[in-house]
């Protein structure tokens, strides 16, 4: 089973431009999670979608934002690059089951967004 | 709020050597407990977990075990490999209806010599 995949792997934007990332997750799942990694705050989590549906969100500014389609393959947008937004973001898929008690996530390579 | 406090790196080890790195939590509810690995230039890979209170988690000779009364989650493994070099990331989650979400330590960084 193909694991979760993020394009582009890498990305070069300017100060005050806007970026989408792209993530398809793992067949079957229907949660799909966002998170940044920086050296600096290290991995923080964005938001969550289940169903097209945000249902968890982190604590960042507005600037970012998400979507989820009917297919669970998902979108998150940052506008208004600052060059604090330099970061590898992850995106993770989970399959939420009944009978279990964790979701366990699966996370894709990552997009390298450096901005100058 | 939640917080995982992870022991800081670099960890320098000889090969064969016994390896443990540190976890800790604190969380508002009764989280599970996750070890990630991370090698050079990609994501996270799922390395064991724990749901509940004394449970081992283990998979390619790591191991944790859930400890509530000290509230900790150490990684170990009894003879690490070059190849185990990577950064080692502890993480809890809490399921709540509203959704979930995974809450990192800062990572501990393992090299691995010959």
């Known amino acids: 089973k193909a694991g979760v995949t993020q394009t582009p792997r890498y990305l070069i934007k300017t100060r005050g431009q806007q970026v989408t990332l792209s993530c398809s997750p793992i067949s079957g799942h229907r949660s799909v999670s966002w998170y940044q990694q920086t050296p600096g705050q290290g991995l923080q989590f964005l938001f969550e979608y289940f169903s097209e549906t945000q249902r968890n969100k982190g604590n960042f500014p507005g600037r970012f934002s998400g979507r989820q389609f009917s297919n669970s393959r998902s979108e998150m947008n940052v506008s208004t690059l600052e060059l604090g937004d330099s970061a590898l973001y992850l995106c993770?898929?989970?399959?939420?089951?009944?009978?279990?008690?964790?979701?366990?996530?699966?996370f894709g390579p990552g997009t390298r967004l450096t901005v100058t | 709020g939640d917080s995982v406090t992870q022991m800081e790196g670099p960890v320098t080890l000889s090969e064969e050597a016994f390896l443990t790195i540190n976890c800790t939590y604190t969380a508002t509810g009764y989280p599970s407990l996750f070890w990630y690995v991370q090698y050079p230039g990609e994501g996270l890979q799922l390395l064991l977990k724990?749901?509940?209170?004394?449970d081992k988690g283990s998979n390619k000779g790591f191991e944790a075990t859930y400890r509530k009364e000290t509230t900790s989650f150490h990684l170990e493994k009894g003879s690490v490999q070059v190849s185990d070099s990577a950064v080692y990331f502890c993480a809890l989650m809490i399921l709540t209806g509203g959704g979930n979400k995974l809450t990192f330590g800062t990572g501990t960084q393992l090299k691995v010599e010959l």
């Open positions: 724990a749901t509940k209170a004394d």
């Open positions: 993770a898929s989970s399959l939420p089951s009944p009978r279990s008690f964790s979701y366990e996530q699966y």
